[in-house]
Antibody, heavy 123, light 113 residues
């Protein structure tokens, strides 16, 4: 089955760290760019980070730049998001998302999403 | 940053009627190299992750019912649900991928009248 499964979320104190994982199955991870997108409680969607298929290109939202690191291990079929110096405003569901391909051209859209992992930053 | 706006914030439509959502980007999202608008539409139901409906402004994702259609180019886009079904109650988001940071619209909530 083609799917993404996130893990690693939880309750963390302000200033703390977490490492989120996204396990992929049913497709060849090395073919795809991957993203993390988050959604604060009752709010809209916010793109967080993007990693190219070979990890040669990485981009971050300004809101997390310098505090977050996206990485991938294609051999382990996994994508990661390391988050440091967490703030209350980082509280959200974090989704791993696959960048869509149309005839081997990246569409810029997210065609596959995980169910998300919840991160709560609170003392 | 490209700012995405949507209207209306919410709408209620009778079953079987048309629902129309508009999305505007603060600058063009049309890539001249391939003549594609990097604009996507998503549907999100409560407690679920978003689901891709449309990419490149008008290309329907595989498996999406044909009552969903996208149109527009440049900075102005529309998502149309031609005949609203009960299962279409959701929040709909547009998203641009022309440039980083990738940005989403604030969402439009669609309900049954």
């Amino acid at each position: 089955e083609v799917q993404l499964v996130e893990s690693g979320g939880g309750l963390v104190q302000p200033g703390g760290s977490l490492r989120l994982s996204c396990a992929v199955s049913g497709f060849t991870l090395s073919t795809y760019e991957m993203h993390w997108v988050r959604q604060a409680p009752g709010k809209g969607l916010e793109w967080v980070a993007w990693i190219s298929s070979s990890a040669s290109a990485i981009y971050y939202a300004d809101s997390v730049q310098g505090r977050v690191t996206i990485s991938r291990d294609n051999a382990k079929n996994s994508v990661y998001l390391r988050m440091n110096s967490l703030r209350a405003e980082d509280t959200a569901i974090y989704y791993c998302a696959r960048a869509g391909l149309d005839r081997e051209v990246t569409t810029g859209s997210f065609d596959l999403w995980g169910q998300g992992t919840k991160v709560i930053v609170s003392s | 940053d490209i700012v995405m706006t949507q209207s209306p914030d919410s709408l209620a439509v009778s079953l079987g009627d048309r629902a129309t959502i508009t999305c505007k980007s603060s600058q063009s999202v049309l890539f001249s190299s391939n003549n594609k608008d990097y604009l996507a539409w998503y549907q999100q139901k409560p407690g679920q992750p978003p689901k891709l409906l449309i990419y490149w402004a008008s290309t329907r994702e595989s498996g999406v019912p044909d009552r969903f259609s996208g149109s527009g180019s440049g900075t102005d886009f529309t998502l149309t649900i031609s005949s609203l079904q009960a299962e279409d109650v959701a929040v709909y988001y547009c998203q641009q991928s022309y440039s980083t940071p990738l940005t989403f619209g604030p969402g439009t909530k669609v309900d049954i009248k």
